[in-house]
Antibody
Framework: QLQLQESGPGLVKSSETLSLTCTVS??????????WGWIRQPPGRGLEWVGS???????FYNPSLKSRLIISVDTSENQFSLRLTSVTAADTAVYYC???????????????WGRGTLVTVSS | SFVLTQPPSVSVAPGKTATITCGGN??????VHWYQQKPGQAPVLVIS???DRPSGIPERFSGSNSGDTATLTITRVEAGDEADYFC????????????FGTGTKVTVL
């Protein structure tokens, strides 16, 4: 059964870089049928799509984060990663990684999620 | 950007029906997906493509989508259905590919 697990520092200082990795187990990240994505949720608030990546390296970013965001993939390690630069308190959130599928149709959704990791930006 | 509006909260008695709406401009022309998020847990997909239930999701969960409103319906509500529910659409015609609704807290009385 495929599982996703986020890892990375739980505390990041303001103006520094937030780095997280999602490790995929029980299946290959190099699948033609899926994208892989990051979603975040500030405490007590709603969900926000951060960005997505295909195993080939093609990326799609939330326009509001695009200037500070890099998502990369390491197929040899079955992992994908997020780097968000110049963080502020507004970036404090639970960050989830997820597998994105389409059911072989024409829309995409987050069909499997990691448990999430809380990242707090401190001043 | 495309905005999806949900009521902040819905209250329902056990055994009754909960109706959660997701409003957006001509949302009926898009495919809507729904997630359930229990406290302290990651979201779980409960409905895809407006009305399809993934494996393992009870038949009590159903969905519809038409005009400017998509709807998630939970029949015979149980205490375990108490959670936040989010709708989501994908649209490659806009920069923000994935849009989530504002979320609805379902409280079982």
């Amino acid at each position: 059964q495929l599982q996703l697990q986020e890892s990375g520092p739980g505390l990041v200082k303001s103006s520094e870089t937030l780095s997280l990795t999602c490790t995929v187990s029980g299946g290959s990240i190099s699948s033609n049928n899926y994208y892989w994505g990051w979603i975040r949720q500030p405490p007590g608030r709603g969900l926000e799509w951060v960005g997505s990546i295909y195993y080939s390296g093609s990326t799609f970013y939330n326009p509001s984060l695009k200037s500070r965001l890099i998502i990369s993939v390491d197929t040899s390690e079955n992992q994908f990663s997020l780097r968000l630069t110049s963080v502020t308190a507004a970036d404090t959130a639970v960050y989830y990684c997820a597998r994105i599928g389409s059911g072989n149709l024409h829309s995409w959704f987050f069909e499997l999620w990691g448990r999430g990791t809380l990242v707090t930006v401190s001043s | 950007s495309f905005v999806l509006t949900q009521p902040p909260s819905v209250s329902v008695a056990p055994g009754k029906t909960a109706t959660i709406t997701c409003g957006g401009n001509n949302i009926g022309s898009k495919n809507v997906h729904w997630y359930q998020q229990k406290p302290g847990q990651a979201p779980v997909l409960v409905i895809s493509y407006d009305s399809d239930r993934p494996s393992g999701i009870p038949e009590r969960f159903s969905g519809s989508n038409s005009g400017d409103t998509a709807t998630l319906t939970i029949t015979r509500v149980e205490a375990g259905d108490e959670a936040d529910y989010f709708c989501q659409v994908w649209d490659n015609r806009i920069d923000l590919l994935y849009v989530f609704g504002t979320g609805t807290k379902v409280t079982v009385l």
